[in-house]
Nanobody
Framework: QGQLVESGGGLAQPGESLRLSCSTS????????VAWYRQRPGKQRELVVT???????HYADFVKGRFIVSRDSVSRMIYLQMNSLMPEDTGVYFC?????????????WGRGTQVTVST
Protein backbone atom coordinates (compact mmCIF):
# COMPACT_ATOMS: atom_id res chain seq x y z
CA GLN A 1 0.00 0.00 0.00
CA GLY A 2 1.44 3.33 -1.03
CA GLN A 3 1.82 6.23 1.31
CA LEU A 4 2.48 9.94 0.89
CA VAL A 5 3.62 12.25 3.66
CA GLU A 6 3.89 15.98 3.10
CA SER A 7 6.17 18.33 4.98
CA GLY A 8 7.65 21.79 4.63
CA GLY A 9 4.59 23.89 5.22
CA GLY A 10 4.57 26.81 7.60
CA LEU A 11 4.27 30.55 7.84
CA ALA A 12 5.74 32.80 5.17
CA GLN A 13 5.48 36.48 4.40
CA PRO A 14 4.23 37.69 1.02
CA GLY A 15 7.00 37.44 -1.54
CA GLU A 16 8.87 34.71 0.31
CA SER A 17 9.42 31.11 -0.74
CA LEU A 18 8.65 27.71 0.71
CA ARG A 19 9.50 24.25 -0.52
CA LEU A 20 7.06 21.48 0.17
CA SER A 21 8.24 17.90 0.22
CA CYS A 22 6.27 14.71 -0.26
CA SER A 23 7.86 11.49 0.90
CA THR A 24 6.57 8.41 -0.90
CA SER A 25 6.69 4.74 -0.05
CA UNK A 26 5.15 1.51 -1.23
CA UNK A 27 5.18 2.30 -4.94
CA UNK A 28 7.50 3.48 -7.71
CA UNK A 29 6.89 7.13 -8.53
CA UNK A 30 8.42 6.65 -11.97
CA UNK A 31 5.20 4.94 -13.03
CA UNK A 32 2.82 7.41 -11.43
CA UNK A 33 1.51 10.81 -12.36
CA VAL A 34 2.06 13.12 -9.42
CA ALA A 35 0.23 16.25 -8.46
CA TRP A 36 -0.14 18.89 -5.82
CA TYR A 37 -3.57 20.13 -4.78
CA ARG A 38 -4.56 22.75 -2.28
CA GLN A 39 -7.61 23.62 -0.27
CA ARG A 40 -7.91 27.23 0.69
CA PRO A 41 -10.08 28.27 3.66
CA GLY A 42 -13.74 27.93 2.76
CA LYS A 43 -12.94 26.68 -0.73
CA GLN A 44 -12.97 23.33 -2.49
CA ARG A 45 -9.78 21.46 -3.15
CA GLU A 46 -8.14 22.65 -6.37
CA LEU A 47 -5.39 21.34 -8.60
CA VAL A 48 -2.13 23.26 -8.40
CA VAL A 49 0.10 21.23 -10.72
CA THR A 50 0.24 17.83 -12.29
CA UNK A 51 3.42 16.15 -13.49
CA UNK A 52 2.71 13.30 -15.88
CA UNK A 53 4.78 10.23 -16.64
CA UNK A 54 4.63 11.16 -20.34
CA UNK A 55 6.85 14.14 -19.61
CA UNK A 56 4.25 16.88 -19.46
CA UNK A 57 3.70 19.26 -16.60
CA HIS A 58 0.61 21.40 -16.25
CA TYR A 59 0.31 24.29 -13.83
CA ALA A 60 -2.81 26.11 -12.76
CA ASP A 61 -2.84 29.66 -14.07
CA PHE A 62 -2.69 31.08 -10.58
CA VAL A 63 0.75 29.55 -9.93
CA LYS A 64 2.35 29.68 -13.37
CA GLY A 65 5.79 31.24 -13.19
CA ARG A 66 5.86 31.01 -9.40
CA PHE A 67 5.67 27.31 -8.46
CA ILE A 68 7.83 24.47 -9.71
CA VAL A 69 7.16 20.76 -9.24
CA SER A 70 9.92 18.18 -9.30
CA ARG A 71 10.47 14.58 -8.37
CA ASP A 72 13.49 12.55 -7.36
CA SER A 73 13.18 8.86 -8.14
CA VAL A 74 16.24 7.91 -6.11
CA SER A 75 15.03 9.48 -2.90
CA ARG A 76 11.38 8.80 -3.81
CA MET A 77 10.46 12.40 -3.15
CA ILE A 78 8.14 14.89 -4.80
CA TYR A 79 8.72 18.59 -4.29
CA LEU A 80 6.83 21.82 -4.79
CA GLN A 81 8.97 24.94 -4.84
CA MET A 82 6.72 27.90 -4.14
CA ASN A 83 8.11 31.35 -4.90
CA SER A 84 6.63 34.83 -4.70
CA LEU A 85 4.03 33.63 -2.27
CA MET A 86 0.83 35.60 -1.90
CA PRO A 87 -1.76 35.61 0.89
CA GLU A 88 -4.17 33.83 -1.44
CA ASP A 89 -1.78 30.89 -1.54
CA THR A 90 -2.74 30.14 2.04
CA GLY A 91 -4.23 26.70 2.44
CA VAL A 92 -3.57 23.04 3.02
CA TYR A 93 -1.43 21.48 0.32
CA PHE A 94 -1.85 17.82 -0.60
CA CYS A 95 0.39 15.48 -2.52
CA UNK A 96 -1.24 13.02 -4.92
CA UNK A 97 -0.08 10.15 -7.07
CA UNK A 98 -2.08 8.07 -9.50
CA UNK A 99 -1.62 5.45 -12.15
CA UNK A 100 -3.68 3.08 -14.23
CA UNK A 101 -2.27 -0.41 -14.14
CA UNK A 102 -3.87 -3.51 -15.57
CA UNK A 103 -6.99 -1.45 -16.23
CA UNK A 104 -7.36 -0.33 -12.64
CA UNK A 105 -6.72 3.15 -11.24
CA UNK A 106 -4.56 3.34 -8.16
CA UNK A 107 -4.42 6.64 -6.31
CA UNK A 108 -2.73 7.85 -3.17
CA TRP A 109 -3.17 11.00 -1.13
CA GLY A 110 -1.19 12.56 1.63
CA ARG A 111 -2.81 14.18 4.65
CA GLY A 112 -1.64 17.64 3.73
CA THR A 113 0.60 20.37 5.07
CA GLN A 114 -0.56 23.85 6.07
CA VAL A 115 0.84 26.87 4.27
CA THR A 116 0.05 30.30 5.65
CA VAL A 117 1.13 33.46 3.86
CA SER A 118 0.66 36.53 5.96
CA THR A 119 2.36 39.62 7.28
Amino acid sequence: QGQLVESGGGLAQPGESLRLSCSTSGFNIDFYNVAWYRQRPGKQRELVVTDLTIGETHYADFVKGRFIVSRDSVSRMIYLQMNSLMPEDTGVYFCNADAIMYGKKTEYWGRGTQVTVST
